[in-house]
């Protein structure tokens, strides 16, 4: 039977090299103002709440209408897509991601998709970047909702339309780097395994106690086999 495997994206799939001037341009461009994401702690969380934190760190009103953040997030994109472009910001995947996405995209016992607080415009050049993109399955984003507990059986249900098959809870595995996917998935009756590649070492993972953890996805037989049997 199949399992789904739900990846977060930045800190388990891809890191970021400056990443930070896009975001700050983007909030300065939507919303006028100069804020800072490197003065938030924005890992596990969604865009819009870390949106939300900077401005809030501005003593601003944050109350955003919905064509305030169609604005965001549109120009979000074209900030990463010139950034990169221009090589003034740096996207690659994390070691062993590659690998492990192939391996799980050629395994019939595996469909693979995203969970990811980033909007799905800016998944997408983020995925591409890292050449990751084709081996992923159209997943859930906070496009679709900024409470990250809400997303994995957003994504689950895109993927059972798209696979026509059925995923009971269960048979979901979330990978992520923070608290806040172990989180999620416990709020969804998913499982989790949590990779030390991201703000918090495997040490401090594991006193969260998720169902599996490890330092990074590079061994991918051993991967392919902790989510078979958890
Ligand atoms: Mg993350």
Known sequence: MERLVLFDIDGTLIRSRDGYIAFNEAIRKTFGVEGDIRAVIPDGNTDPLIVKDILGQLAMDVKI????????????????????????MRIQSLPGAVE?????????????????????????????????????????????????????????????????????????????????????????????????TGRYPVEELLHWQPDGCVADLSDTEA???????I
């Open 100 to 196: 492990l996405l192939a391996a799980l995209s050629a395994d019939r016992r595996f469909v693979s998709t995203v969970v990811t607080g980033n909007f799905e415009s800016t998944a997408e050049v983020k995925l591409m970047a890292a050449g990751l993109a084709r081996y992923l399955c159209r997943g859930a984003y906070a496009s679709d909702s900024s409470h990250r507990p809400d997303l994995p059986a957003i994504a689950r249900r895109r993927c059972e339309e798209l696979n026509r098959s059925s995923f009971s809870n269960e048979r979901c595995v979330i990978v992520g780097d923070t608290p806040k996917d172990l989180d999620a998935a416990r709020q969804s009756g998913m499982k989790c395994i949590l990779v030390g």
């Open 65 to 88: 209408s919905e064509n305030q953040w169609c604005d965001f997030s549109a120009t979000l994109r074209e900030c990463y897509d010139d950034h990169l472009c221009r090589g003034t």
């Open 223 to 229: 991967m392919i086999a902790l989510l078979s049997e």
